[in-house]
């Protein structure tokens, strides 16, 4: 069990309209050029996931702890207790859709850390709308960002698992803060 965990900063950005959104895209796929895919087959996400969801497994554990001695919790320690099921739930799902062989098959975003593309634009989504996404703000980032540079269909099948990898690990932060 972990005995401490780790308290990142949220993926907070500034909250941007629809067309402030639309123009981040744009520029995210200008800068965002795919450098090939993974060649020694990392599967760097995938850990973080595991690695999340065990963080968000003891917040979740230590909260349900504190809360049957009787303390209270805040609404958000609240939320994580009726929907932890949910966000495990959500883990197994991204694991099956995303196994390890089409993820190394995504192409990757420049940089040491050599995450996919699709990863780093989700993060970009995730903090530029704090976490808010409805039909209209995916869609109009989605298209903004194609209208620069075409995704192919592998990584438009994958973009609802990279948004909710990039939930996740915002979740977790945000758990962090909680303990």
């Known amino acids: 069990m972990l005995k401490h965990v780790p308290v990142d900063e949220p993926l907070r950005g500034e909250l941007l309209n629809v067309e402030r959104l639309e123009e981040r895209a744009r520029a995210l796929a200008t800068g965002l050029a795919a450098s090939g895919r993974s ?11 595991s690695e999340n969801l065990a963080a968000l497994r ?8 504190d809360v049957h001695r009787g303390e209270s919790a805040e609404p958000g320690a609240e939320w994580l207790l009726d929907n932890f099921h949910l966000v495990e739930a959500e883990g197994a799902g991204i694991r099956h859709d995303l196994p ?3 993820y190394r098959k995504l192409p990757h975003a420049p940089g040491k850390e050599r995450r996919p593309r699709l990863y ?5 989504l995730v903090a530029a709308s ?3 996404l409805d039909a209209s703000r995916l869609s109009s980032f989605f298209l903004a960002y194609q209208a620069v540079t075409p995704l192919p269909l592998g990584e438009l099948w994958a973009s609802p698992s990279m948004l909710r990898l990039a939930l996740i690990e915002n979740l977790r932060r945000l758990a962090g803060r909680i303990l």
Do not use: K, S
């Not at 003891?58 to 702890?65: E, F």
């Not at 780093?120 to 970009?124: F, H, Q, R």
């Open 39 to 49: 060649r020694f087959g990392r599967i760097v996400l995938l850990r973080r996931l």
């Open 58 to 65: 003891h917040v979740y554990q230590t909260i349900a702890g």
């Open 100 to 102: 390890p062989a089409f």
């Open 120 to 124: 780093v634009m989700a993060e970009e």
């Open 130 to 132: 704090d976490a808010r």
